[in-house]
């Protein structure tokens, strides 16, 4: 009975034993197929976050197309720009904000040049003109051309050109110079000079004068302007004659010369008659042009060209009744003197730009038209008025200290550069405030 239990006992405890054993065997089973499940889970979940695109903020910035504003090659008057190295005188036009007609303060972001300038213009396109560019400044706006009455940039831009002109230079040379005409740009805002030569009078080119000294003159003017940022015009500055078509053979040799010389210079203006007078009528002068513009279009082909009118460029209203055809780029000069020259000029003006002619004030002054007497700035001041509103360019007359009404420098200052108000007569302080 003992042996019995005995030999029971010990089989049901090897059976438990034996039972214990595949119990530990299955639970290490089923915790290795769950550790397995969780890392291949885990190996899965890293795959699918390897496969996310990675953002590198650097290589978006690379691929965003460059805000730099485009340089312009109309920033350096005269030829090719484009070789132009540093240090010259466009640099610092460069620096201005100028070089681009339409040229912001960089505090003006938020508004595009171009849209102001439409929104401007809108309001005078409906009787045929357009608001000019700012004609508080000093820009350069490259090569320019006449569309309707309005001179105009490359961009289709109205233009408006401010500026100086010499006395004859037989008379007064020293003040063609490059600091003068330096300081004109820089510190008056003038962008164009326009160089006067005599063509009749004492020392005149066609009556005895220096031809070669003449020549060289304009020739320096011209690259002196050019250096400066500015237009220039070449004035064959006919007055005592009359008639320009009294020396038109010199005027032919002239302007075949100076539009060879400065073929590729895009800042020229060519004036080819300064104020016909005498009983010389519309029908002279014209066939006089038709004669001097292909001249100078054989090598300046789109040079813009100014074309006096009778009665010391008062009746631009002929003109307008029988404009010269088939040539573009022609504008005709109106001259003013602000004391005897009132609203019945100022009429004749409109009348002549609202019947297509584009014109172009190429002299004036704030006296009496002998140059000198009585000086009248209310008289003045609605004229830069007018023509501000019209976008005509205009051109004080003079650059000197002769001792008359007109000259800009008082007759006792003696300098050729570095003016200050304190040299200037009445007209040079009335001109300097005005374009500043």
Not at 337 to 362: E, K, Q
Request: negative net charge; proline residues 5%; glycine residues 8%.
């Amino acid at each position: 009975m003992n042996k019995r239990f005995i030999l029971t006992t010990a089989v049901v405890l090897i059976l438990g034993i034996l039972i214990g054993f595949g119990a530990a065997a299955f639970y290490m089973t089923e915790k290795r197929g769950d550790a397995a499940a969780s890392q291949a889970g885990m190996a899965e979940a890293s795959a699918e976050l390897s496969t996310e695109p990675v953002t590198e903020p650097s290589t978006e910035l690379s691929t965003e197309p460059s805000t730099e504003p485009v340089t312009e090659t109309a920033g350096k008057p005269g030829a090719k720009p484009s070789t132009e190295t540093a240090g010259k005188p466009d640099d610092k036009l460069s620096t201005e904000t100028a070089g681009k007609p339409d040229a912001k303060p960089s505090t003006e972001t938020e508004e595009k040049p171009d849209d102001k300038l439409s929104t401007e213009t809108a309001a005078l396109e409906t009787e045929g003109r357009k608001k000019a560019n700012s004609p508080s400044g000093n820009s350069y706006y490259g090569a320019l051309h006449v569309n309707g009455t309005q001179l105009e940039d490359g961009e289709g831009r109205p233009v408006q050109l401010r500026g100086i002109s010499t006395h004859g230079l037989a008379w007064f040379p020293e003040y063609v110079n490059e600091a003068m005409i330096r300081q004109l740009h820089d510190e008056w805002n003038a962008n164009i000079f326009r160089l006067a030569m005599y063509t009749a009078e004492s020392g005149g080119y066609c009556t005895g004068g220096d031809k070669s000294q003449l020549k060289q003159l304009v020739k320096d003017g011209v690259q002196y302007a050019t250096d400066a940022g500015m237009y220039v015009i070449i004035d064959w500055h006919i007055l005592s004659d009359g008639n320009p078509n009294q020396y038109k053979s010199e005027a032919k040799d002239f302007f075949e010369e100076m539009s060879q010389t400065f073929a590729s210079y895009e800042n020229v203006l060519y004036e080819i008659c300064n104020e016909p007078n005498g009983g010389t009528g519309w029908g002279d002068v014209k066939a006089y042009a038709e004669e001097i513009i292909p001249v100078i279009r054989k090598n300046a082909p789109e040079a813009v060209i100014l074309v006096g009118t009778p009665n010391w460029c008062q009746f631009v209203d002929q003109a307008a009744k029988d404009p010269i055809t088939g040539y573009d780029n022609i504008m005709y000069t109106l001259h003013f003197y602000a004391a005897t020259h009132t609203d019945a000029l100022r009429n004749t003006m409109v009348s002549a730009i609202n019947a297509g002619l584009p014109v172009f004030v190429s002299e004036y002054g704030i006296c009496d038209a002998s140059g000198n007497g009585r000086i009248d700035e209310e008289q003045a001041n609605k004229w830069v008025s007018l023509l501000n509103e019209y976008g005509v360019s205009y051109v004080l007359w003079s650059l000197c200290n002769k001792n008359e009404a007109a000259s800009i420098i008082d007759s006792s200052c003696s300098k050729t550069s570095g003016l200050t108000e304190a040299d200037l007569a009445a007209s040079g302080k009335w001109v300097y405030h005005m374009l500043t």
